[in-house]
């Protein structure tokens, strides 16, 4: 079975909750989290820890902001960063 989509959002991705396309509980919007369940079968679906809550919680790609706390690596950092394994 061939997947012709990918999720936008990888695992370990800093998010912050918006309002999407679907009705969501007002005291989400604005809380930050992060990404722990991203899969190729479910490309618009994102499970998601947010800070201070143990509990994984699923939402919409639409209703996830991808936070400024993962920024690019340059120079020396990303050389380094190439040099390490790859493997958790």
């Known amino acids: ?3 012709t989509e990918f999720s936008v959002l990888q695992r370990g991705t800093r ?3 918006q309002r999407g396309s679907m009705a969501i509980d007002p005291a989400l919007v604005g ?4 990404v ?6 479910h490309p618009h679906r994102y499970g998601v820890v947010l800070d201070g809550e143990s509990e994984m919680r699923t939402f919409a790609a639409d209703e996830l902001r991808p936070g400024s706390e993962n920024p ?3 120079g020396d950092d990303r050389a380094a960063a190439k040099k390490r394994l790859a493997r958790p």
């Not at 722990?36 to 079968?41: I, K, L, N």
Request: proline share 0%; net charge negative; aromatic share 6%.
């Open 31 to 34: 809380r930050e989290g992060m």
């Open 36 to 41: 722990v369940d991203a899969s190729q079968y």
């Open 72 to 74: 690019r690596l340059e």
């Open 15 to 17: 998010v912050t909750i």
């Open 1 to 3: 079975m061939a997947t």
